[in-house]
């Protein structure tokens, strides 16, 4: 979140859970809310004060009984820059992969070391979508060393440094959020691999301007069923696409799609409920 003031809408569940706060955020990314905080009984989400709409914020909430009610408040964007650094933690995947931001002092380094500046941009590493993406990318490392890969919705850049990390000689980072762009470019350069990955502020629209070898795509379920036709015509002959940023339930509509499409399903994993599924082009 960027020092641009927004509109913070704290939704009250009961009965509270998890579960619900995670659907309740998918749902509103759409709208589009683009930070979310979850601080039991509430959840809260952040949009600019421009894309506010109460309408349509009602028109979602109405489909869930347990989301009993809401209060929208204006806030600047710099003051939850600092709660949210206060909150960040760094993170260790399988004792290979380090997320870590300045302020974090004394982390052990591992094979791979990630910083980032957590500004309000999705990607941190926290969420078991990010998690398993980047368990699935450390199997692949002889496709990704060398090759080109796209990070769809890269947030944060975390997957896009994480592949130029791991050797990649050319990383195509997008997001539809400028804020998130921008981001990324400056993670890009502040993790010095600035030169091998190019950011940009679009859709999957962008991936007409070439092929890669491995598509990274840690998107909604509904984005990525939409996109998946242009995903695949992006993927290089024995390309690989890594898919996440949905519940376990909604794998079989995905692997119906990417199998119409001619892919075939190399393996998924499973994580608290929300799944990574792995494909490969023939």
């Known amino acids: 979140m960027n020092s641009e003031q927004y509109v913070e809408v704290s939704i ?8 619900m706060a995670e659907i309740l955020t998918a749902e509103l990314s759409d709208l589009p809310y683009d930070s ?37 408040v204006l806030v600047q964007g710099q003051n939850w820059n600092k709660a949210w650094e206060e909150r960040f933690q760094p993170i260790v ?4 992969v380090t997320i870590k931001a300045p302020f974090n002092a004394d982390v052990p380094r591992t ?11 999705f990607g941190t590493g926290y969420h078991q979508t990010t998690y398993m993406m980047m368990q699935r990318m450390l199997g692949l490392e002889p496709l990704i060393k ?12 975390i997957l896009a440094i994480l592949a130029a990390k791991m050797g990649a000689r050319k990383v195509f980072a997008v997001d539809i959020d400028a804020v998130a ?3 990324a470019w400056g993670n890009a350069r502040w993790n010095r691999v600035g030169t091998r990955i190019e950011t940009a502020c679009g859709d999957a629209s962008l991936l007409q301007m070439g092929t890669y070898d491995v ?45 119409a499409q001619g892919l075939s399903l190399v393996g998924e994993t499973l994580r608290e409920g929300w799944a990574c599924v792995e494909f490969a082009k023939k």
């Open 12 to 19: 009250r569940l009961e009965p509270f859970s998890e579960e």
């Open 36 to 72: 979310f905080v979850t601080e039991a009984p509430f959840l809260k989400a952040y949009i600019q004060k421009d894309l506010y709409k109460s309408g349509d914020l009602k028109v979602v909430l109405s489909g869930y009984p347990a989301a009993a009610s809401f209060q929208a």
């Open 93 to 96: 995947v399988d004792g290979k």
């Open 111 to 121: 094979r791979f070391n990630i910083w980032i500046d957590p500004k309000m941009a």
């Open 215 to 259: 598509l990274l795509a840690n998107i909604h379920r509904n984005i990525i069923l939409e996109d998946m036709p242009t995903y695949v015509r992006s993927l290089r002959r024995g390309g690989h696409l890594l898919l996440s940023g949905f519940y376990a339930d909604d794998v079989p509509s995905i692997r119906d799609a990417a199998q």
């Open 146 to 157: 060398g090759r080109s890969v796209v990070d769809m919705g890269c947030g944060t850049a």
């Open 181 to 183: 762009a921008r981001s």
